[in-house]
């Protein structure tokens, strides 16, 4: 090989090296970016934020959730709503500590049979309820999907009939997506 041939040969060697070696650098340089799960679907027990399963959506630092359990038979029902608002107030890599406000309504239809010697003659009794409360609660990541919430404060139950106001306890499991 001549003397320019031999540089050549040894500049296209050295180039295709260093683009190899960048090519791979690169690689390690990309940061695998973590997907951020935003909505939840579970089961809820609270309170004043409802009882059943619940669908919790949260994007940012406010979110919401909805809770329902309907209980239907032909003599007696029970029906839960929950709304409740939050509002997260520290985000860690183990759990969130939040704010929440929430809304439970209730409606009761019971059917009460009161003369066995006439079957069929009943006393039909309904009712509705709404009880609200405010707290803190945590979001505990149990795992990449799971959290499990404990949420507990001041509620306001029965608002509108026999009027309490003591605490309030909340509990709720959710595989979030």
């Not at 405010?134 to 979001?139: I, N, R, S, T």
Request: net charge neutral.
């Amino acid at each position: 090989m001549t003397g320019m041939k031999k540089k050549l040969y040894c500049f296209l060697t050295i180039f295709i090296l260093i683009t190899t070696v960048t090519a791979f650098a690169q690689d390690d340089l990309v940061v695998e970016k973590t997907r951020v799960r935003k909505s939840g679907l579970g089961l809820h027990a609270g309170s004043t934020t409802g009882l059943g399963i619940s669908y919790r959506y949260w994007p940012d630092a406010f979110g919401f959730q909805v809770t329902f359990l309907p209980m239907i038979s032909s003599s007696n029902s029970y029906v839960s709503i929950g709304i409740t608002g939050m509002y997260k107030v520290s985000e860690m890599q183990a759990l969130d500590v939040f704010l929440y406000a929430g809304n439970h309504f209730i409606y009761r239809n019971d059917n009460y049979y009161y003369d066995p010697a006439y079957y069929g003659d009943y006393d039909n009794s309904s009712s509705w309820a709404w009880n609200f409360g405010l707290g803190a609660g945590l979001d505990i990541k149990l795992a990449k999907v799971l959290r499990l919430s404990l949420m507990t404060g001041f509620g306001n139950y029965d608002i509108f009939g026999d009027y309490t106001f003591t605490f309030a306890g909340e509990i709720g499991f959710y595989y979030m997506f």
